[in-house]
């Protein structure tokens, strides 16, 4: 099993920054790709941007193309996002996911799941 702790969310005005992490534990060796997704209030779960555990792909949502980076510290076993020039839009709860493949960017490959973050931005 892996667990999955996010942190980092907050209130924030419209174009300002901030950076989610995501520490695991666990058996971290089964985890391809981490992940993270979001959920908005009246709205499903989106993918936002994954990165291959071993490697450097990256894959990001085009509606966070340019403004938001994937990193990792392997030694902290920690996932980031980065998350630049914010908009009201973003507003959702974040959800860092750990993922069974590389190259599928649905929730059904990720069978492990952080709590959540709220991130909200104001207008």
């Known amino acids: 099993q892996v667990q999955l702790v996010e942190s980092g969310g907050g209130l924030v005005q419209a174009g300002d920054s901030l950076r989610l992490s995501c520490a695991a534990s666990?058996?971290?060796?089964?985890?391809?790709?981490m992940a993270w997704f979001r959920q908005a209030p009246g709205k499903e779960r989106e993918f936002v941007a994954a990165l291959r555990w071993i490697g450097t792909s990256t894959y990001y949502a085009d509606s966070v193309k340019g403004r938001f980076t994937i990193s990792r510290d392997n030694a902290k076993n920690t996932v980031y996002l980065q998350m630049n020039s914010l908009k009201p839009e973003d507003t959702a709860v974040y959800y860092c996911?750990?993922?069974?493949?590389?190259?599928?960017?649905?929730?059904?490959?990720?069978?492990?799941w952080g709590q959540g973050t709220q991130v909200t931005v104001s207008s």
């Open positions: 666990g058996r971290t060796f089964s985890a391809y790709a």
């Open positions: 996911a750990a993922g069974i493949s590389w190259g599928n960017y649905t929730p059904k490959n990720y069978p492990y």
